[in-house]
């Protein structure tokens, strides 16, 4: 026991989410799509038998837990390291204390990086060889898309693990735990906090259980005991405390205003799908909801019939997510005319979904057409074939009659440009090349 810390001051300092942070795979919250019973991440981790992988999902949603659990389920030596402190020298000297252990204990090094997507191709290619030679189990960490964000070659090297965010389910219960504990939680103040207060940081926390975490101990903390010593914790203390009102409908009528939001679009009816996304946004409704929908609707609704659609409504999330409210309301409401006013056209989802079909149905025994193939290692007669591909900017117009589909699809028609907006242009290209069917 430290001397100075008798009273367990330094454990009370941290903050809730810290306090609370699961120690094994039992208590773990959330991604059961990786962690459940019999799952591979799951096995790996019981036999001590986890390869590199990467970690990667939004904030809260458990990385940096589960690698801790790693550390101490494992009979490894675990380093953690954060990749924007930590530099070329750091790694080596990491890779060098697990050469080590390894040569003179016979034991792996875990080396856990958080924020992985923040290395350069520097310093990823220090750690690469150690990872190759297994050295080290490398597990990163990331909230960005490893496969653009990261080296190629860490990536192809490691397990990609996806995090999920929390259902509001998941939140709620990890809430309630806490008032309760009384040695890592809040257990201590007496806390009663309103269902409805409860339910309010749940879903407000966008499935970030640190969020969450850090909203309760706030509401709980900065509320003042009554009388009889408990601390009351109200809807609007929750309200306060996560800095977002509770929504001014009842579950039901926000699927049903969402519901009539998306038909306003597909309708056409800019007034009401403007009424219907301020109505749920000034009710509580976090804008970038409506932004996600709209971006897909674009997609959806409007499609090949004004392709700037789809570029219109990222640019306003993009916006939107950049700048916050009230001011990214001015480009998403722009955004929600537009796709009103664009030409509808639904053709896009009727190609995909037979394309989906097919892919998933149809036995391919043949696979691509020999003189598509890719040559680059291929045999003389791969090479041979290659030939026959008739290259399209030989030909006038940056075009040629060709078979692409494999031959039991040959005659495959999945899209078809409808008569509205830029599809016309579409249908004239392809009467031009005599594609039309």
Known sequence: MDLFDLNGNENNAKPLAERMRANNLNDFIGQKH????????????????????IFWGPPGTGKTTLANII????????????????????????????????????????LMLDECHRFNKT?????????????????????????????????SRCRVF???????EEIRG???????????????YNAQVEAAALDHIARLSGGDLRTAYNALELAVLTTPPTADGAVKVTLSDAEQSIQRKALSYNEDAYYDYLSAFCKSLRGSDANAALYYAMRLIEGGCDPMIIARRL???????????????LVVASSAMYVLEKTGYPEGLIPLSNAIIYVCEAPKSNTVVLAMNAARRDASEVRDDEGVPPYLRDNTFGDKETKAHSADYKYPHDYSGGWV?????????????????????????????????????
């Open 34 to 53: 990786i962690v459940s019973e019999g799952s591979l991440l799951r096995r790996a981790i019981s036999l001590d038998r986890l390869g590199s992988c």
């Open 71 to 110: 550390a101490q389920t494992t009979h490894g030596d675990f380093i953690k390291l954060n990749a924007v402190q930590a530099g070329v020298a750091d790694v080596k000297k990491a890779v060098e204390t697990a050469r080590e252990s390894l040569k003179m204990y016979g034991k792996r090094t875990y």
């Open 123 to 155: 310093q990823s290619d220090s750690l690469l060889p150690a990872i190759e030679q297994g050295t080290i189990i490398f597990i990163g960490s990331t909230t960005e898309n490893p496969y653009a964000s990261m080296t190629p070659a860490i990536v």
């Open 162 to 168: 996806e995090f999920k965010n929390l259902t509001t």
């Open 174 to 188: 990890a809430l309630e735990r806490a008032l309760k504990d009384k040695r890592k939680g809040l257990g201590e």
């Open 295 to 309: 971006v897909i609707h674009s997609s959806e609704d409007v499609g090949m019939s004004d392709p700037n659609a």
């Open 401 to 437: 009659n060709q078979q692409y589909l494999p031959d039991k699809l040959k005659d495959r028609i999945y899209y078809t440009p409808s008569d509205y907006g830029y599809e016309r242009v579409v249908k004239e290209n392809r009467k031009n090349k005599g594609k039309l069917k």
